[in-house]
């Protein structure tokens, strides 16, 4: 078990019938001490993970019942298709080793939570599958909006996050104290600064975080989030809408 290959989980479709090692966490378990159902996690994807008592050690089984969820784990085993799920793997488990236990019950289960209490626990809903997917689907519009203003000509500029004024004068500002000078503002947008910019560089685009202070509790309003702005000189109105559809298309793409 020392020679196993460590692995992503998200590689496992290479190792079909192969032994692996994963380390993870236990995102969720079931089973009725004969034979337990680990779901596990690693940050690239979940893999159930099989264990029948009586093909492993006395000691992993004894483990195996004692694990709660997001303890963390070495798992060794062997990677074979799921039974009645086509182009699903899962690991059948012939060895845990234990990085820790979680000692305390984790809060959130598979009941309905209100928002309230989930954003109360917002460092411990990142590892939901939803919270996941999103995150990583964020990750993967930001990577194509880089690379699409890459390979066009554009430039990368960092508007302010601190400003002297309003850029937009239909929303209220978030001020704080700038030394002895007076307030400054959380930026809007970093529109205005891309407007400068685009006469030195041609082509810019800023990709950052803006403040809105308007407070509200609809979906329809944020105080906090990320935008992208994008200037190009020389570029009329039919430009402009090709530039646009071509980057909606790479990121759907």
């Known amino acids: 078990m020392e020679n196993t290959k460590t692995i992503l989980i998200s590689n496992l479709a290479k190792y079909l019938n192969q032994e692996i090692t994963i380390q993870g966490w236990l995102h969720n378990k079931r089973g009725n001490g004969k034979i337990w159902f680990l779901e596990l996690r690693d940050g690239s994807g979940m893999v159930q993970g099989v264990i029948v008592t009586t093909e492993v050690t006395a000691e992993v089984a004894a483990l195996t019942e004692k694990l709660t969820m997001e303890s963390s784990l070495k798992v060794t085993g062997k990677v074979n298709l799921h039974p009645k799920k086509a182009n699903v793997y899962e690991l059948q488990i012939s060895n845990l080793d234990l990085i820790q236990l979680a000692e305390h019950d984790?809060?959130?289960?598979?009941?309905?939570?209100?928002?309230?209490?989930?954003?109360?626990?917002?460092?411990?809903?990142?590892?939901?599958?939803?919270?996941?997917?999103i995150q990583r689907i964020r990750n993967n519009i930001i990577y194509e909006t880089f690379k699409y203003f890459e390979n066009n000509g554009f430039i990368k500029f960092d508007s302010p996050i601190l400003t002297p004024n309003a850029c937009e004068g239909t929303t209220e500002l978030?001020?704080?104290?700038?030394f002895e000078l007076g307030k400054a503002y959380l930026s809007q947008s970093g529109q205005l600064y891309l407007e400068a910019a685009v006469m030195s560089f041609g082509r810019v685009f800023d990709f950052g975080p803006v403040f809105r202070a308007e407070k509200s509790k609809t979906r329809r309003h944020l105080t906090e989030f990320w935008m992208m702005d994008a200037?190009?000189?020389?570029?009329?109105?039919?430009?402009?809408?090709?530039?646009?559809?071509?980057l909606i298309q790479l990121i759907l793409v």
């Open 106 to 133: 984790y809060p959130i289960s598979k009941k309905e939570h209100g928002v309230d209490f989930l954003m109360e626990h917002r460092h411990l809903w990142l590892r939901s599958s939803s919270q996941w997917a």
């Open 174 to 178: 978030f001020d704080i104290e700038y």
């Open 231 to 246: 200037e190009s000189a020389f570029v009329d109105h039919q430009g402009n809408m090709i530039i646009q559809e071509n």
